[in-house]
Structures are given as C-alpha cells and as structure tokens.
C-alpha cells in the first residue's frame, strides 16, 4: 500500500490486501478496492479502528450493550454487534415489500417465507431459537398469488385494521396455504421426507378476500399446531347471494388418512361476510374457537363428513352475529363438538334453520350456557340425538326441539314372556334405572306408553304407563335379568305381526 503525505497527515491507499495489521498512530489507510478507511491506533492499543463510511459494513463495527431501564443497572450483560440485534427482527419491507395496496408483494412476502425456512432448517438442533417473526408494518400488501406458509413461520401485523394482506382484482383465493418444509402442497405434502406443516401462526392482521369469487381465504391442509390470534378474515359473500360463488374464511383438509390434521386454534378473531367461516369435512381433531366473532356470514362453523368428520372441536364465548343459515353446523357422527357461552343473534333467520344443527347421527355434543335473542323462537337448538347429546342452559325451555331417532323390533303374535330383543349389560351396576318411550303398531291395535325400569344389577322391575286405541289384542311387557344382561320381554296375543318403536333413556350407578 502506498504512502502519501499531505503536509503532516500521511495516509495510505491501495488494495484491503495490502493493509498493514498495525498503520501508525493517526495514519489513514484507504482500500481502493472496498473503499474502506481505517486509522492507526498506535503503539498504546495496535491495530486499527475502521471510520464509518457509507460502504463501511456498519452493523459489523458497532456494538451495543443493553443498558437496562434508567436508573437500574442491569447486570450479566453482553456487548451484541449491531447487526446481530437487527437481525432478530425481521421486517417483510427487507425483501422489498412496499404495503401501499398497489404494487404486487406476492414475491416479496413469499422469498421472506423461505429465506425464514431455510434459517430454520439450517439449524435443525436449535430451531426454537432460530425463528425469526415475519413483520408486516402497518398498510396493505396486495398478493396476485397464493402465499405458501412453511413449518413454523409466524406473520405479524400491527394490528387489524392497520395491517392488511389483500388478494387482488382477478385473483383466486386462497391467499395463504400451508405446505410443507420442501414447499409442496396439497397431496404432496409430507412425501419424500419433508417437514409436515406446523407451528403456523398469523396474527395481528386482516386478511382479505373480499374481492374473490370463489374458495376460502386460507387453505389448511395436513397441517397441525396452527394459530390464529387477533385476526379478522373478510370474505366476499353478502346475503342473499350464492354462498358457492364467494369467498369464506377457513377451509380444513386431512387429504386422506396418511397424515394427520389436528390442534387448529382460533383465538380473539373475526370473521365476517364469509360464505362458510370455518368449515371442513374430513376428520381434524382439536378444533378450538374462542372469544371471535362471526357476523354477516352465510353459515359460521360448518363440520360435515358424517363418520368421516371432525371430533372434539371446543366453540366458547364467541358472537354469531347476522348469520343467514346455521350458525354451528354438525353433521358429522364422531365424537365431541361442544358449544360454551356462545350468544346467537339473528341466526338461521332467513334460512329458517336452527342457530344449532346436531346430525341424528351426532355423538357426545353439548350446548352449556349458550344465549339466543328472540328472533325465530321455533327452536334454537336441533338435537337429532338426544340421548348421548347435552344441553344445559337457562334457556332449555324453549331453545330445543329434540328429534331422536326411534329403533324398532318386530312383535310377533301369541307370544308368552318372550325377548324383544332389547337388552343392557348390568356388569359393574349397583342401581339402573330405565326410561323407554315406545309406541306398538299390531294390525288396527294402536298403543303408546312409557316402561319404567329399576334394576340392582341382579334383579328388576318394570311398569308400563300406556293408553291403547282399541282392545283388538293384548300386549305385556316384563323385565328379567340373566348372568348379568337385563332384558324386556313381551307377550302377545292378535294374528298379525307388529312393530315396536322406542327410544332409550339410561341412568347408571
């Protein structure tokens, strides 16, 4: 590096190669090539200082130690480069996001998804503390495309109504789906060994489909562990128009049995002028919803697939708020869908349907506490199963209309003492009591009634209250117990077979 001297500063300039370790006290040494300059500290600290400059790789040089709050020292601190500290924030605007609803972000937003998975997969042992959030300063970013979510990406808004991710004119929804650690989707994910999507969460945004005409915002398929908090999900549907032609909210897919879907949370969010809310088919578990809202939708939460269908999905204290059809729709058999605290206003209304949908077939689901308001007081509630389905509620009176699904047994005539068939293992039973609303059709013979039935587990008694139309024959019911089984018997008299019909109501002990 060759010397210069100006009157009494002498300076050096040439190739950063060529840059003595130590330049002598106060000398100047200019990198051509990095055009980097540094200065001489001398024989008392060797070495050379950098002096910042414009190309200087700043956030290399500068060091920060955190001071704690004024007047507290704070102890056990660590000078960190200043370009470490930055880091630990990362900000979708760094990719060359703009957020001024006009220009197309869709590139930007998804190099910033995968730049942040290929951080995570980089560190695989410590992949808890190499997660960056993704920051959205507040504005709208303006998507032409989807937007593919890796494992264990988080997207941050600063806020709903500040922060809005927005599918454009034309485009089709949804504006975000989940894929796997080799960014495939739909039935790809998890093949060739990848990373199944998880530890997904959005929050802190609006998320807007409103000018979509088909599908739901945010597609979540074979996927678990998925967060959403703070969020508010707009549609483009509005009544009374064809909710198979607008966008919704959340669409939840297994894609089969392979893999499973499961741990789906919906916490302080909104959904509104959605066709369906949340809805799904397939055979998710863990599905919670806490304390949102759902207004001006078609229907709020659809969970359909008969045996195939969610199970244990948890709704508490939300709003269901101007909702044509249902408001929580269940037609699925498996097990647990249960409704907490949950107010219902101008629900079902124009549909004329119930606020609550139970399936015959439904399983185990509870209504505990929910609030309905005065508008279509036919029934709030349809419990298609109301023997392994609860509702508790101030408002039980006038809220349910309970539609059981009757089972039936052939009635033969001349019959003495013989089984109808219909038994109840008494293993592990101290006290049984049986209540059984049945009606008998025989020929013209009409009757309805009600067995009692009170049982210790090794013996049992029965009554029949019943009013019969005619006295064209005679029907008997009685009650044994045998190795541990209670079983109804019947005897009869006519020429013609007939049919029972009854529905069970059973306390054990």
Partial sequence: ?????????QQRRGLFADLPASLNEAEFGWCLDTRQLFIGNGNTYTGNSQILTQWSPNDQIITHTYQGYTGISAQGTVPRELGSILDDSLNVKDYGAVGDGIADDTAAIQQAIADQWARIAANPVSNLSSRNVI??????????????????????GEGRGHTSIKLAAGATAPIFRTADSLGQTGTNIGLNGAVLPTGITWRYMNIDASLSTVNQAVLLQRCSYINFQYVSIIGSWSSPNDPAFNSGGILIESLGNAFATSDITVIDSTFSN?????????????????????????????LLGTTSGPSYVNVTQNLFNNIDSYG??????????????????????????????????????????????????????????????????????????????PMSVTLLPNQTSVSTGITYSLSGISTFTLQIP????????????????????????????????????????????????????????GSASGILKYITTEWKF
């Fill in 438 to 493: 049945y009606t008998v059709t025989m020929d013209t013979y009409r009757r309805g009634g009600t067995l009692y039935v009170v049982s210790d587990g090794a013996t049992a008694e029965l009554v029949d209250q019943s009013v019969s139309l005619n006295n064209a024959v005679s029907i008997t019911f009685g009650v044994t117990v045998v190795s541990g089984t209670l079983e109804i018997l019947y005897t009869s008299t």
């Fill in 274 to 302: 959605c066709s369906y809310a949340l809805s799904t088919s397939d055979a998710i578990q863990r599905i919670a919803m806490q304390t949102s809202q759902i207004r001006n939708c078609y229907v709020g939460l659809q």
């Fill in 328 to 405: 929580i729709q269940v037609d699925t058999y498996n097990r647990g869908v249960t409704s907490v605290g949950n107010s219902f206003k101008n629900v079902g209304t124009v549909a004329v349907v119930p606020a609550i949908y139970w399936t015959p077939g439904s399983q185990a689901c509870s209504s505990v506490g929910d609030v309905f308001d005065q508008n279509n007081r036919t029934y709030r509630i349809y419990n298609g199963q109301p023997n392994v389905n609860m509702v508790l509620d101030a408002q039980q009176t006038e809220i349910v209309q309970n539609v059981p699904t």
């Fill in 1 to 9: 590096m060759a010397i210069v001297s100006i009157s009494r500063l």
């Fill in 135 to 156: 920051n959205f300063p507040a504005g709208t970013y303006l998507v032409t495309q989807t937007i593919d979510i890796y494992p264990y990406i988080i997207l941050s």
